[in-house]
């Protein structure tokens, strides 16, 4: 679980690479294993998108001072 801002970034920067490495495969997988090998990384990709809309939604947000 994504506790700060830092951390929020490491998790889009992950997010990103693992989005790199997907593309890359979706260009020379075979296009008969391509669902089963893209399941894993989709999940993953899920799982990380979760993780960084649970961070940017919870408790409210800090206000900066007037």
Known sequence: MIQND????AMRERL???????ETLRKSACP????ALS????LE?????GEILDYLVQGAPARSPA
């Open 45 to 49: 990709i899920e799982r990380m998108l």
């Open 6 to 9: 830092q951390e929020l970034a």
């Open 16 to 22: 990103a690479n693992v989005e790199k490495v997907l």
């Open 32 to 35: 008969e294993e391509w669902h």
């Open 39 to 42: 399941l894993g990384y989709r």
